[in-house]
C-alpha cells in the first residue's frame, strides 16, 4: 500500500507537470481562456502552489473575464501579495477603479512602499487624474520612470481647450468658438448659417420694414442659429478635452497592461 500511494503521488507529480507545462504553452500563445481552465485543473491538483493560483488570475485577466475572476477570487483567502497585485491590476484595466481602490486599500499593508508607490500611480492614470499621476510620478523607480517618462512628457505638453472661451468666442463671431474647438468644418458651417439667415433678415426688414413676416422668420431662425452655436462651442471644447483624455487613458491602459 504505501508503494501504491508513492506511485500514486509520483503519478500525480508528473501529471502536474506535464499540465503546467501545457498550461504556459497556452498563456504565452495568449490563449488565455484556455490557459485558465489548465490552471483551474492545477490549482485543484495543488493548492498549496502559489505560482499556479497566480497564473489563473493573469489568465483571467488577459481573458478579460472578470466575473470569472471574481468568483475564482471569492473562493480564497488574498493573503499573497501577488495575488491581490493581480487582482487590482485586472480590475483596473475593466476601468472598475472604484473597486480596485477598495482592494488596494484593505491590502495595502501587504506591499512593499515601492510596490504602493507604483499602484497608487497606475490608479492615478486610470482615473484620469493627470495632476496625481504626474505628483506621484517621482516616487517610481527608476526603470518604472524610463516606461512612463514618454506619457508622462505628454500629459504635461497636453493644452486643454476652454468651454468658456470657446462659447465667447462663438458669442462675438459665430463658429470661431468650434475653430478654436478644433472642429472647423462645423465652425464653417455655424458661420455661414447664422450670416445667411441674418443677411436675409436684414434684407426683408429693409424692404418691407418691421412688418415683414419673412424678416422676423429669418430673424428668429439666425437667433436661434446663433445662441445654438454658442452652446455648439461649448460642448466641441468638451469633446476636445475628452478626446485628449481618451487618448492618454488608452496610452496608460496599454502601458499597464504590458505589466
Not at 523607480?141 to 516606461?147: G, I, Q, T, V
Request: proline letters at 2%.
Amino acid at each position: 500500500m504505501p508503494c501504491n500511494g508513492f506511485s500514486q503521488f509520483l503519478q500525480e507529480s508528473q501529471d502536474e507537470k506535464q499540465i503546467q507545462k501545457f498550461a504556459k504553452y497556452l498563456y504565452n500563445l495568449e490563449l488565455y481562456d484556455l490557459a485558465a481552465e489548465e490552471y483551474e485543473r492545477l490549482v485543484y491538483l495543488n493548492k498549496s502552489n502559489p505560482n499556479h493560483l497566480k497564473y489563473l488570475i493573469k489568465s483571467y485577466r488577459g481573458a478579460s473575464n472578470i466575473d470569472k475572476l471574481r468568483s475564482r477570487i471569492s473562493r480564497i483567502e488574498l493573503t499573497e501579495p501577488d495575488i491581490v497585485n493581480e487582482y487590482i491590476y485586472a480590475l483596473m484595466l475593466e476601468s472598475l477603479n472604484d473597486e480596485a481602490v477598495g482592494i488596494y486599500k484593505l491590502h495595502s499593508d501587504k506591499f512593499s512602499q515601492e510596490a504602493q508607490n507604483k499602484i497608487v500611480f497606475d490608479l492615478a492614470l486610470a482615473e484620469r487624474d493627470w495632476d496625481r499621476s504626474m505628483d506621484q510620478f517621482s516616487s517610481l523607480s527608476l526603470s518604472e520612470k524610463m516606461k512612463y517618462e514618454p506619457l508622462i512628457n505628454k500629459i504635461k505638453e497636453t493644452k486643454y481647450k476652454s468651454p468658456t472661451t470657446a462659447a465667447v468666442l462663438s458669442g462675438i463671431i459665430p463658429g470661431s468658438g468650434r475653430i478654436y474647438a478644433k472642429d472647423n468644418v462645423d465652425g464653417i458651417i455655424s458661420f455661414i448659417f447664422v450670416a445667411s439667415t441674418a443677411y436675409q433678415s436684414y434684407r426683408r426688414f429693409k424692404q418691407k420694414g418691421s412688418k415683414s413676416i419673412a424678416g422676423w422668420v429669418y430673424g428668429g431662425v439666425s437667433l436661434g442659429f446663433y445662441i445654438s452655436n454658442i452652446y455648439g462651442s461649448y460642448q466641441s471644447a468638451k469633446f476636445y478635452n475628452n478626446n485628449i483624455d481618451k487618448e492618454l487613458h488608452a496610452k496608460s491602459l496599454d502601458i499597464i497592461s504590458r505589466d
